[in-house]
């Protein structure tokens, strides 16, 4: 009876969270910041081809990360046009989430546990910072954690065959975020280490063929496109309050809390033939990433995603070490845990609306776009509820083309030029003030090109506020 408890504590923190999740899903009248720039780019390459004029010219249409992710939403929009894109893509993310947890459960399944602890890991999961937020927004991270995911499992579940299939995954993951680039050196360490370095080389071969077959090609053709976004675009400088602001959001979390304390025993009791579990090699290296790329200008918590997957398997798998010692004491521990977890998830959802929304900024960005007959400049935020039918915005990620710099001064010239009135009245949306964007700017933090944002202190006037999002205008009396 006491075990049927334990499991149904644990079967109704699932049902909360994924209830939680597809909320979250079905909530299209806003987005996250990093989801509008994507599904600007998936929208345009729906109808053509990257090209080094989305860099060098306005429209300007910019990504920092692998073509998989917007290539495949694009193909999504092509193939079920009257679905809402925003829609699309993040169920792609709810798709790469699926296969995230059926590894989980696989892989602490496979230590021997019974269902209960791979559930709970499934759970602690979902209902950490960052498997509250990624899997459902429309983010090409879920897709990269997914093959990772996958060639971890391959790697030493795929018989003799896996350590190659696994590397292949690697290097497809790569395509969808570079970072998991470094995934491709820990399982080439973990072959070293736990086969042999007869098995490793062979593997590394493999690797680094299929990375340079598949990036020549990505990086070389598309007139450079995702050169400039693959690297150019990721040589942004450091802040270290940020860095440490998202560090400590993931950190403090109960999954890594828990997590940190399974590894450093595992690394104290075992020493370096820890490295022979390849789950604890995946958590320390996507935690080591993690905590070097969150310094990154224009980080998030996604560079924890990695990490908070692998922690969830690191604690099923422990969790069958402590019930053999303590077996009811295991049960209660996993219980109260999944029921400390529910209620902010709980909460969340009874300050949501149950139904289907596109009330919000979304509706006013599509209200305000569908009367002005000029140009619209909008931010990160809602540059994604731009209707289609005025064709690819100004600017998809303003963050971006401020990392440029004197690169991209042909586009900022551009922009001006649009701000003074050269195409028409401009109309300007934005979800921060500009007060406060100006401020960023003297404090060397702006999102936004200095010139553009100068333009914008110099001849706009706040003309209203809707739903979320400051209207500017050209203030009465500006020079053209």
């Not at 579990?277 to 200008?297: E, H, I, N, P, Q």
């Not at 303590?326 to 609306?353: C, E, F, K």
């Not at 001006?416 to 933090?445: C, M, N, Q, Y």
Request: glycine share 8%; hydrophobic share 55%.
């Amino acid at each position: 009876m006491f075990r049927w408890l334990v499991s149904l504590a644990i079967g109704a923190c699932l049902a909360v969270l994924l209830a939680r999740l597809l909320l979250a899903v079905l909530s299209l009248g806003a987005a996250d910041y990093t989801e509008g720039p994507l599904l600007v780019m998936a929208r345009r390459w729906a109808v053509e081809a990257p090209g080094a004029a989305w860099w060098e010219h306005v429209p300007f249409t910019a990504t920092a990360y692998g073509p998989l992710y917007p290539f495949a939403w694009s193909r999504a929009i092509l193939a079920w046009p009257s679905v809402d894109p925003l829609l699309l893509g993040r169920l792609m993310s709810v798709g790469a989430t699926v296969v995230l947890a059926v590894v989980i459960i696989a892989a602490v399944r496979g230590s021997g546990a019974p269902w209960p602890p791979a559930a709970f890991a499934v759970a602690i999961f979902l209902a950490s910072p960052v498997g509250q937020r990624w899997p459902a927004t429309a983010r090409v991270d879920p897709l990269c954690a997914a093959l990772l995911a996958a060639a971890y499992w391959t790697l030493g579940s795929g018989g003799r065959r896996g350590p190659a299939i696994a590397v292949l995954l690697g290097v497809l993951a790569t395509t969808a975020k570079q970072t998991a680039v470094f995934h491709l050196g820990a399982m080439v360490l973990w072959l070293l280490v736990a086969r042999s370095p007869r098995a490793a080389v062979p593997v590394l071969a493999i690797a680094a063929a299929a990375g340079v077959a598949v990036w020549v090609p990505i990086l070389t053709l598309a007139e450079g496109y995702f050169w400039q976004g693959g690297v150019i675009a990721n040589l942004n400088r450091l802040s270290v309050w940020q860095g440490g602001t998202i560090a400590y959001a993931f950190l403090a979390s109960p999954l890594a809390v828990a997590a940190l304390l399974v590894a450093g025993n595992s690394l104290l009791g075992r020493g370096w033939s820890v490295l022979t579990d390849r789950w604890w090699v995946a958590f320390a290296t996507s935690l080591l990433v993690g905590m070097v790329l969150c310094f990154k200008v224009g980080s998030d918590t996604n560079y924890f995603l990695d990490a908070a997957w692998c922690g969830a398997i690191l604690l099923g798998r422990h969790a069958l070490a402590l019930a053999a010692i303590h077996p009811g004491r295991t049960a209660v521990a996993l219980g109260t845990v999944a029921a400390l977890v529910t209620p902010p998830s709980l909460l969340w959802m009874a300050q949501r609306d149950w139904a289907p929304t596109q009330t919000g900024p979304r509706e006013a960005v599509e209200r305000l776009a569908a009367v002005h007959h000029g140009p619209v400049l909008a931010d990160g935020l809602i540059v994604g509820f731009l209707p289609a039918s005025r064709g690819t915005p100004l600017v998809n990620d303003p963050l971006i083309l401020r990392f440029l710099g004197a690169r991209a001064a042909a586009v900022n010239a551009d922009l001006v030029a649009i701000l003074d009135g050269r195409e028409g009245e401009p109309l300007v949306l934005l979800t921060v003030p500009l007060e406060e964007h100006v401020a960023r700017l003297r404090a060397g933090v702006s999102w936004w090109p200095d010139a553009v944002l100068r333009a914008l202190e110099r001849d706009f006037c706040l003309a209203g506020h809707d739903a979320g999002v400051d209207v500017y205008r050209r203030c009465a009396g500006a020079a053209p």
